[in-house]
């Protein structure tokens, strides 16, 4: 069983930056795939970005939306996934989830087998 924590949420100015933490306990974390999700009450959650450890390198996935504002990494050392959030919009506004998985595809599905708490980002236009 992988517990999965988030924190480094908060409110912040649009153009503004923030990261985000999954701390992960429970698990081989080097193992799983790690992922990003947000959601806007009312609206499905929105996949963000994936990172998965192969052969001793990362490798990452990032959906249209965040590719190149966002970047994901991990400290596998420290069973930690972050996400950096650079030029925040007003519309980033959101509940952002992390989520553990064994594969690529179940993390940028939305079928996960392990998901955080969230952590609320609000970002003011």
């Known amino acids: 069983q992988v517990q999965l924590v988030e924190s480094g949420g908060g409110s912040v100015q649009a153009g503004g930056s923030l990261r985000l933490s999954c701390a992960a306990s429970g698990g081989d974390f080097s193992n799983y795939a790690m992922g990003w999700f947000r959601q806007v009450p009312g609206k499905e959650r929105e996949f963000l970005a994936v990172?998965?450890?192969?052969?001793?390198?990362?490798?990452?996935y990032y959906s249209d939306s965040v590719e190149g504002r966002f970047t994901i990494s991990r400290d596998n050392a420290k069973s930690t996934v972050f996400l950096r959030m650079n030029s925040l919009k007003a519309e980033d506004t959101a509940v952002y989830y992390c989520?553990?998985?064994?594969?690529?595809?179940?993390?940028?599905?939305?079928?996960?087998?392990?998901w955080g708490q969230g952590t609320q980002v609000s970002v003011s236009s």
């Open positions: 990172d998965s450890w192969t052969g001793g390198s990362s490798y990452s």
């Open positions: 989520v553990a998985d064994r594969t690529v595809p179940g993390v940028v599905s939305g079928k996960g087998v392990y």
